[in-house]
């Protein structure tokens, strides 16, 4: 059993995010979601864009921070969906008792002289992905790779950036299946 921290996307914290806190549990995992939006939820990317600016990166990892604070002793698997796995990603490479990094649609920027020795880590993304890149990815994993991080990246052809959220355009069933599967693994191994 994992203890798990999963963080919602700039939508903030919608049902889709509560189904992947429920298939967690499900698997026999403990999970916590905490709102770092105050209880706002939004439609569209823009709407998402103005309360995450509003709010301010410092404010949003602030809260994450406070959110985790209670269970991180114990080791968490941080996790989160886009502007979630960004921030997740700078929870577990601050943290030496993480477990693990689960990364759905998102990453984050990393200092050089970071380390995340023998963090696993697992990335689900669109391939192509507007908010990923390609050559950010490439970037991305140079630098988790330096950190010493273990990386695993999923890539999913021909799909929308949230492709694992049924209430979003970008929803493909197959691929989110295919992604929830692979993570509930990896998840189970830590």
Request: glycine share 6%; proline share 5%.
């Amino acid at each position: 059993m994992a203890r798990v921290l999963l963080l919602h996307s700039m939508y903030g914290l919608r049902p889709a995010v509560h189904q992947a806190a429920d298939r967690f549990r499900a698997a026999g995992h403990e999970v916590h979601v905490p709102d770092l939006y105050d209880g706002r939820v939004v439609d569209t990317p823009e709407e998402g864009t103005a309360i995450k600016e509003e709010i301010g990166r410092d404010e949003l990892l602030k809260r994450a921070v406070t959110a985790a604070a209670p269970w991180s002793a114990d080791g968490l698997v941080y996790a989160g969906f886009s502007l979630g796995a960004a921030i997740a990603q700078n929870l577990a490479v601050g943290d030496e008792r993480s477990r693990g990094l689960l990364l759905m649609h998102g990453t984050s920027d990393m200092a050089d002289d970071v380390s995340a020795e023998d963090l696993p880590v697992q990335l689900h993304v669109a391939d192509p992905d507007t908010y990923e890149p390609a050559d950010w990815l490439n970037a991305w994993y140079i630098r988790m790779r330096r950190a010493r991080a273990e990386v695993e990246v999923f890539r999913y052809p021909g799909v929308g950036h949230l492709f694992t959220d049924p209430d979003l355009p970008d929803y493909n069933a197959q691929a989110a299946e295919r992604a929830w599967a692979i993570a509930l693994d990896f998840v189970a191994d830590l």
